[in-house]
């Protein structure tokens, strides 16, 4: 595919425009009607007894479409490139924005995060096939293993581009197009089965508000990609049409629940005047905001998630940390303000009873007896992204660097003692928030 011409960056690029893209439309009617939200016209998909098929055509499908979908399409083997090598070009890029740049997109970059991912596990089977084959005894299996475990993360640090420049980089050029044709095909999927009939057992409803946050990212794409999108939307409709047939329900849903919530996060972060990215530490992808001028606003210990409040209601938010270093809890709904709660940490700094391990502790409704509750006090609005947010007492991270390794966050009614029973769903730990302490706050240090 020609090359993209680079995102314009946070300052530059209008976040929300409305012009309908062309990267939705695929010629020829489709056999199932599905028509997705906003008129979008899907992929003709159908299926025969308990198989499930996607019917093609010849217009749909661009010739460079199987050699260029990194390693997700169902080529020959010979048509692909070694997943060691490509689980290296993909983790250069996912580190130069996790280490340096921060200059991806939260739904381009979970996207990239999927891949990477997806390419390591077939790298770690290469992996093993080779230690096997040069192995002439156990131990040496072992030893041979580590060191190709070893050449594989040194080749993705070496393969790091000098700039943040996207266009200055034909590595990052590539990956950052796989990335927008494998989100753009997972789209494609997501409005297909929102598309089903309900009584359909592959119907699956879209979130509230994420047609038009697919639509804002085909946009942007569009924008980017300039007179290029045909050749996109060709190959992301016959990648769609390869995950489809060959990954299972379970991989698929879960891939689209992720960048589909990436791409309203943005959207909701947008009409705030906030940019969105992500970053990958202790195991898991953080939110990370960004103010119009490409400062940052908030470092996240986590993605948005659903914790549970005292009276049983589903809250969306995040902990995360200032870039002064102040543990916030952000709350992820404008419809609530500070006055509707009062936020609570509870941090486990008393051992588990004899016999008892720490995990088992956590789901014991005993739990807060071993805990020490610290509060967090409301902030003003205009120091909040969307919804309320909260900054913990100092006393939290002062006692962080005792035994204590997990935590529980409560959200009581305002002016209510009762802090209900324990959450599981709210049981979080601090090994995140140590390590941006540690760390990973400072790599932004230019930023602040």
Known sequence: MPVPDPDPGWENCPVRTRAKSTLWSSPGAPVRGVDGPRGFAMMGLVRQGN???????????????????????AAPAGAQQSAFIEYADLRAIERLNDFKCLHLRATDRIGLGILVDDAYLRADIEIDATAKEQAEHEDEEVWRYMILVENLETRA?????????IGASALHQNIFTDASRFNLALFMLAI??????????????????????????????AATFRGYTETLREEATALAQTMFTSRTLDEIHGWIDKVTDAALTEEIMADAGYGVSAITYYGSDAIVLVEADGSLAVLGTEWPRTYKTADGRDVKAFVGMSPEGQLRLNVVDGTLSAGDF????????????EGVDVFTLSSRDDWRDFTTGFGATALAAESCAVGPCYEVEPGFLERLAGEADQYELVFAPAGSSDLGAPQTENMRYTGPISTALDGVLARFADRM
């Open 192 to 221: 297909h089965f929102n598309g089903l009939d309900p009584a359909d057992a592959l119907h699956r409803p879209l979130a509230e508000g994420a047609d038009a946050a697919m639509q804002t990212y085909a946009d942007r794409l």
């Open 51 to 73: 198989a499930r098929i996607m019917k093609t055509s010849p217009a749909w499908v661009s010739g460079l479409a199987l050699a260029l979908a990194v390693g997700l399409a």
């Open 157 to 165: 640090e070496s393969r790091i581009p000098d700039t943040c420049d």
């Open 342 to 353: 009062e936020a609570h940490l509870m941090l486990r700094t008393e051992p588990p009873p």
